[in-house]
Structure formats: C-alpha cells, structure tokens
C-alpha cells in the first residue's frame, strides 16, 4: 500500500466557505483521491497534513506555527514510509498583511521542496516522489475572509506559472488545479462540495501514473 502525505492549507483542510466548519473525509479532495485510488488498483493511504493559515515560509503575526517551513523534515520523518508528498501551498502568502508576489510565493515552494529532500529518513526507506499543485486562481475574496484576503487576487497574478518553473528546475511533478476547478462562488477563495471532488479525481487520475515509479 502506497502511502501519500498530502502538506496543504484550508483548501485542503476542506473547510466550508464562509463557515469555520469541515467537509466530512470523503467530501475533500484528499479524501476523494483515496477513495478512487483505493477502488482502482492503487490501493493507498492519505495522511492529511492539513491546517488553516498555512504560508510557505512566513509567519502569521496572529497565529502561531503557519509558516509551513517549521516542523516539517520533522513530519516526512515520522510518517515515513512515504511514496508521494502532495504539496499544495501558496493561497495564505496573499493575505492581506504580507506584501509578496507570485516570484516570491514560488520560491517559497521551492524552500518546501528543499526541506522535503532534506529530512532525515532511514536508510531503507525510499524518497518520496514530490507533486506540487498549484492553487486556483484567486478571486476577489467576498464573506467574513474578505479582509483577510483584500487584494490577494491582485498580488497572485501568475502563481502558477510561476510555481510550475518552480516544480521544473526542482524535478517534481506539478498539477494546475485552475485547470480543472476554479474557487469557491461564495468566499471566492476556497473549494466548494463539488470543487473537491472534480478537483480529488483528477489529482487521483494524475497520481495513478506517477505510483508506479515510486
């Protein structure tokens, strides 16, 4: 059984827009990824390694632990034997207290690669495959995280390509989300019910050629 760490933020999470309520396991897209792994010949295990706020490399001055670099050789460690690492990070660098760009979020990712391949995992153990899934486009953020992520949908022009050459240099798989989904209608920077799962099967289907090399 191939096990798949899945290192995310809210998007992930599956949180309900404009709520602070979670989707069950097999409404969110991790979860519909195992579930149509499972039912294929692919049977896996998705650890969800989730949580709310999570930057690549910076802090949130209101919340401690979401910047995304702390703790996490320490995380591919414990969970190891893994065969993939999901990464799909960058939507909280846009908040409205940080002044970054795409460039910048990117190479934030790129730190997130680096402290992937550095962790300490016994010798026996393989290296994980890494995806990186770049986020939808962000629109213009609407309900109670409006504040929160005024003007995000400006400063994130380009994220995923930015991201993509990213994935590129460093020799990862990469995953264009806009391509298949875009942000939730009702906060405009999450994932709807229905957006999960369009966005689980087709990161299922993406994953599906990417276990045999593992």
């Known amino acids: 059984m191939h096990q ?20 069950d396991f097999n409404q969110r897209w991790p979860g519909v990824m195992e579930l149509e792994l499972s039912e294929s010949d692919k049977p896996v295990r998705v650890i969800e390694d989730c949580l709310n706020g999570r930057r690549t490399v910076w802090d949130d ?40 760009n795409a460039w910048e979020s990117a ?3 790129g730190a997130i690669i680096t402290a992937i391949r550095r962790a300490r995992i016994e010798p026996v153990m393989p290296i994980p495959e890494i995806l990186i899934v770049a986020p939808p486009k962000i629109q213009k953020a609407k309900g109670a995280i409006a504040p929160k992520f005024e003007g995000a949908e400006l400063k994130a022009v380009g994220l995923n390509e930015a991201i993509r050459r990213v994935a590129d240099d460093e020799n990862c798989h990469f995953f264009d989300a806009g391509t298949v989904t875009k942000t939730s209608r009702i906060d405009g920077v999450h994932l709807d019910k229905d957006q999960h799962r369009v966005l689980g099967k087709a990161i299922a289907e993406f994953v599906r050629s990417i276990l045999p090399e593992c």
């Not at 899945?6 to 709520?19: F, H, K, M, N, Q």
């Not at 001055?61 to 690492?85: C, D, M």
């Open 4 to 23: 798949i760490l899945v290192y995310a933020d809210s998007l992930s999470w599956g949180i309900i827009p404009d709520t602070r309520e979670r989707f």
């Open 61 to 100: 001055p209101f919340k401690p632990g979401r910047n995304g670099l702390i703790g996490l050789e320490q995380r591919i460690e414990i969970n190891s034997p893994l065969s993939l690492v999901v990464v799909f990070l960058g939507t909280n660098d846009f908040q409205s207290m940080h002044h970054r």
């Open 107 to 109: 190479q934030g990712v």
